[in-house]
């Protein structure tokens, strides 16, 4: 961190005259949170925080660069690595960036199949973050609770393409695989019982009153504020804003699904604070399940790829995709000059722009606070690096 | 222990010493069997810790080492014990170093007036209560000491915050523990036990509506005390690693955290002893060492109920934030705390000698919100039962 | 209104800052004049009739064989749905545009790295400095031509091909 870029130990006068210092606190690359690699440098008087910068990079693993070296077909694996806790999504990006610039249009299984992937990992996801959230709040046990639940759907997703955590399920035209028999089946029986359990999680942990009490009116994020610092996803939706890529610039298969778009209303604080984020994802699980009822029983027959040339030359041209990531939406740009191998490739992830609000959100901000800001804006280190 | 030294001075056990160095010994002794005895309770009470904690968030817990894991707490000192002892280098190496052990001396010093049964306390001071809350206050010391030492921003912030919050719990537990007091007019722990009875209704928890209020601001307080959730911001894993204790390893960590599971029990022992009766039994037999032994258990069940009690809540609550851990002290329990002691004042100018009427209504009272908790978490279960075994795969 | 009326006023109210073809899709791409871009932007963020209250992306392109470096904005209206894309384009060898991080927040992140990663320098931004990369670090990693410096603070970045015997 450039030291002149800060003030360090500013002097402040107090009223009474007494010299205070302000405390400079690193919250470094290493802590016990599991939003991954982030680090703030904390200017804080007492426990009261001026600023908290946040200094970002220790996850950049030039996955941009890479793109323009490995081809069209390669970089899907890494893909999954943009936003490893909810990878189908990164990887349908990927895909639809592809197929708009190619023309190439997807088979309508493929389609179910990836909207079910989909809806799984943004279930996976949102559990993880729920949980990640009450054990930064010191609530550990949800977090258990929450990743034996992201277990099973592991277990569910590695049935569909081998693998828990980076898929690498999609391929440019559709899915990898097709669904293995009895998939329907299993997936069902799992939502049979874990739509139950989100009512369980909310009365263990969402309605405590110290839960409450520590998110509430913490960090309010105006509608405003929220458009021009470009919040996405759950974030966005806190503040206000009903807008959903899956329902307001609909792709793949959505339009055909019936449900809502749970946006925050304030009920236990100003609207726009931690606890509307955190209740928005929630009741996006219980959407996400309605989701996939519908899906899982409307798989229609047949192929679930497109046949795509093994040297994928899309046309030249340049393209902007958005899908509805766990985080919001990630923006896919995509430049192609003619050959098999992407010019540029750019995306912009919803944890950037909350990583980017989090220095004006600190302002007056307790430091236990910082913890639950970050928590609840949902901040996962590999978006933001990329 | 006065009457065993003055015991074995008199039948000669010690001949040809003088009279003081005697007095010594005796002393050392049973500071050595307290010793151990404090290291087994508090390595047993973070194995039960640990296993309660693991069945609440659905999975086992140490279950390897000896049957059901219970030695577990051996194995993680013996390998504490043989770290690498790092100090760091621009720590105030004094206090870095002495900080532990003042916290150990202050947690230590406590156990002189804990009663284990009739005549089973090692010192039955006549200000038994009075010296427990004042040399616990040692352990204050101990953590911001701890906390200066590490030249540890972090550290800092957690020792200056333990500091702040124990200072304040101290008085609602105070302003509790005088409600109790007053019904038995003496401070001295087997004064207070005595005072009580071995049926539920004789505890004084069950004495009158204030000192039931009082139970639970004792507790609570207590809780504060002892740094545990929902209030151990000073040891927030997610913020501060742990806290003052941050730059400790090895040894002087383990002995931290012994005094955190050691001053666990010390909560239930005088929450025990204040409201629970003790180690009061029914007269059974005549034979005062088999007597011994029931109080023993008795006292030990009922202060490891409390102890599960907070367990539980530690893996239940989050965490309160320090703005509104000091408002919760100094705006609501104060106040409540005096308000509550001003009632248990004039219910005992009212009854002097208690109210048997009154002590059986709240006893009911108490039973059946008991009953009441019982078939919640029987309903609860029954829910459950179906999900607790799955097989996804089959 | 729609995306084609849009660009016609602009084009009617600036003139040739922006340009006359708009390329329909999408979202729909002009380009524009690389030191207006802040006009440009914030009267199409002010005027209500267009009301893009969001940048949803900011991307630098490296246009080698053009020799330019070209930004493009994506600009989203969460009151109208609109989208569109503006395109700047600026000469390779010294890549200056203003800053829009007064009209919309988000930019000074998205302009940090676009410095960081392609080199282009924005005027009156607040604090331009590398976001990703570390703050000694020499060059823009994701220009065409960009070598890789042979060590890092006395690790090397080359080694030996694991796939030799």
């Known amino acids: 961190m450039n030291a002149d870029a800060i003030d360090l130990d500013v002097r402040r006068e107090t009223s009474r005259g007494l010299e205070t210092e302000e405390m400079t606190l690193n919250m470094g690359p290493q802590h016990p949170s599991t939003h991954g690699v982030l680090r703030f440098v904390v200017k804080a008087d007492g426990e009261v925080m001026r600023r908290a910068i946040p200094d970002i990079g220790y996850l950049h693993r030039s996955i941009e660069k890479i793109a323009e070296k490995v081809g069209y077909h390669g970089f899907m694996p890494y893909t999954d690595r943009v936003d490893y806790v909810s990878a189908m999504q990164c990887n349908q990006g990927w895909a639809m960036a592809c197929e708009k610039l190619a023309g190439i249009e997807v088979p309508r299984k493929g389609e179910y199949c990836r909207v079910i992937a989909c809806e799984f990992g943004r279930l996976a996801s949102h559990l993880l973050s729920v949980g990640a959230t009450g054990m930064d709040i010191g609530a550990v046990t949800p977090f258990t609770h929450a990743i034996r639940e992201r277990e099973y759907i592991n277990d569910i997703l590695e049935e569909l393409c081998g693998a828990r955590l980076t898929f690498n399920y999609m391929r440019i035209g559709g899915c990898a695989w097709d669904l293995p028999p009895g998939f329907v089946g299993r997936a069902v029986k799992f939502l049979d019982r874990f739509e139950p359990l989100i009512d369980e999680y909310n009365e263990l942990i969402s309605f405590n009153k110290i839960y409450v009490e520590r998110l509430a009116n913490v960090a309010v994020v105006s509608r405003e504020m929220a458009i021009a610092w470009n919040l996405v996803g759950p974030n966005l939706r806190g503040s206000g804003v009903k807008y959903d890529v899956r329902k307001d610039a609909p792709y793949s298969v959505y339009p055909e699904f019936e449900f809502d778009v749970p946006v925050g209303t304030g009920e236990r604080g100003t609207l726009g604070d931690s606890y509307d984020r955190y209740m928005v994802r929630m009741r996006e699980m219980e959407e996400s399940c309605k989701i996939l009822r519908q899906a899982l029983a409307g798989v229609p027959e047949g192929p679930v790829v497109a046949k795509v040339a093994r040297m994928f030359k899309p046309p030249a041209g340049e393209v902007y995709v958005r899908v509805e990531a766990s985080r919001g939406d990630m923006g896919w740009f995509v430049v192609s000059d003619g050959s098999a191998f992407p010019y540029r490739v750019h995306i912009r992830t919803g944890s950037f722009a909350a990583m980017a609000i989090i220095e004006e959100l600190s302002k007056g901000l307790m430091i236990a606070d910082l913890v639950a800001v970050i928590a609840t804006l949902d901040i996962v280190a590999p978006e933001v690096d990329r | 222990m006065q009457q065993l030294a003055d015991y074995l001075l008199a039948e000669g056990f010690l001949s040809g010493l003088p009279k003081s160095v005697g007095y010594v010994l005796v002393v050392a002794f049973f500071a050595f069997v307290l010793l151990n005895f404090i290291m087994l309770v508090a390595g047993v009470t973070s194995w039960l810790e640990r296993r309660v904690w693991a069945r609440i968030q659905s999975r086992v817990g140490p279950n390897r080492v000896g049957p059901q894991g219970v030695i577990q707490w051996l194995a993680d000192g013996i390998k504490s014990v043989l770290k690498e002892d790092i100090v760091p280098e621009a720590a105030d190496k004094p206090l870095f170093k002495g900080a532990p052990y003042l916290a150990m001396i202050g947690f230590f010093g406590a156990w002189a007036c804990v009663p284990f049964g009739d005549g089973l306390i090692v010192a039955d001071l006549n200000v038994g209560v009075l010296y427990i809350t004042a040399v616990t206050g040692l352990v204050v010391v101990g953590i911001l000491m701890a906390g200066w030492s590490s030249n540890n921003k972090w550290a800092l912030l957690g020792g200056i915050r333990s500091a702040a919050q124990i200072v304040s719990y101290e008085i609602p537990a105070a302003i509790a523990i005088n409600t109790v007091i007053l019904l038995t007019g003496t401070l001295s722990m087997q004064g207070i036990i005595k005072a009580q009875g071995w049926a539920p209704w004789n505890w004084f928890l069950f004495d009158n509506p204030f000192t039931f209020v009082a139970f639970f601001i004792f507790f609570v307080a207590l809780l504060a005390e002892g740094n545990r959730t929902p209030f151990d911001l000073p040891e927030a894993e997610s913020e501060l690693v742990a806290g003052a204790f941050t730059e400790y390893s090895g040894l002087r960590s383990l002995l931290f955290f012994l005094v955190e599971w050691g001053n666990l029990y010390i909560i239930g022992a005088l929450c025990t002893t204040l409201f629970l009766g003790g180690w009061q039994v029914p007269a059974f037999t005549d034979n005062a060492f088999v007597q011994g032994v029931l109080q023993m258990i008795t006292f030990f069940l009922k202060s490891y109920f409390l102890v599960f009690v907070a367990m539980w809540i530690r893996a239940t609550l989050p965490r309160v934030r320090v703005d509104q851990l000091m408002s919760l002290c100094w705006k609501y329990l104060v106040p409540i705390a005096f308000v509550n002691l001003l009632g248990a004042m004039l219910w005992v100018v009212a009854f002097p000698h208690g109210n048997i009427v009154m002590r059986l209504a709240m006893f009911g009272f108490g039973v059946v919100v008991t009953i009441y908790f019982f078939s919640r978490v029987a309903s609860h279960l029954r829910r459950a039962r179906p999900e607790m075994t799955w097989n996804p795969i089959s | ?165």
């Open chain 3, 1 to 165: 209104m729609d995306i084609a009326e849009i660009h016609r006023r602009l084009r009617e109210r600036l003139g040739n800052i922006v340009s006359p073809e708009l390329e329909v899709k999408d979202w729909s791409l002009c380009d524009v004049k690389p030191q207006s871009i802040a006009e440009v932007c914030t009267i199409l963020r002010d005027e209500p009739e267009s009301a893009f209250d969001c940048l949803s992306n900011l991307s630098a392109v490296d246009r080698k064989s053009a020799d330019t470096i070209e930004v493009y904005y994506h600009l989203f209206s969460y009151q109208h749905g609109h989208r569109l894309t503006l395109r700047a384009a600026t000469p390779r060898p010294d890549p200056i545009l203003p800053t829009v991080s007064h009209i919309w927040p988000i930019a000074d992140w998205l302009e940090r790295e676009a410095f960081d990663l392609m080199g282009v320098r924005f005027t009156g931004h607040p604090d331009l400095r590398r976001i990703l990369m570390p703050e000694d670090w020499v060059g823009h990693p994701l220009r065409k031509d960009f070598v890789e410096p042979e060590e890092y603070h006395g690790i090397s970045t080359r080694r030996e091909s694991l796939l030799k015997l």
